[in-house]
């Protein structure tokens, strides 16, 4: 079993940045694929940046170019910069990890963007 948490979320204005963290509870090497996904009011769960192998990502299109994955193996945790927000970023982010044959969720962290 995999434990996720999250951290990071937060109040910012549009233009602004903010850097999510998922702590795992096991090695992240043993955790793949590994990223984020977010559920904003009333719409679906959407990717948003995953590792989807050690060293290739997968971004979607609304975020290329103003978020960024990336990890520290170290500490067992995978980061999500955020910069450029926009309000129509404002989700739940979740962090989502594959271990074994099963995927595990973080509890979610609440991110708002005002315009």
């Known amino acids: 079993q995999v434990q996720l948490v999250e951290s990071g979320g937060g109040l910012v204005q549009a233009g602004g940045s903010l850097r999510l963290s998922c702590a795992a509870s096991k090695s992240i090497f043993s955790i793949n694929p590994m990223g984020w996904y977010r559920q904003a009011p009333g719409k679906q769960r959407e990717l948003v940046a995953a590792f989807t192998s050690l060293a290739s990502t997968n971004y979607a299109d609304s975020v290329k170019g103003r978020f960024t994955i990336s990890r520290d193996n170290a500490k067992n945790t995978v980061y999500l910069q955020m910069n450029s927000l926009k309000p129509e970023d404002t989700a739940v982010y979740y962090c989502?990890?594959?271990?074994?044959?099963?995927?595990?969720w973080g509890q979610g962290t609440q991110v708002t963007v005002s315009s």
């Open positions: 989502r990890g594959r271990y074994g044959s099963y995927d595990y």
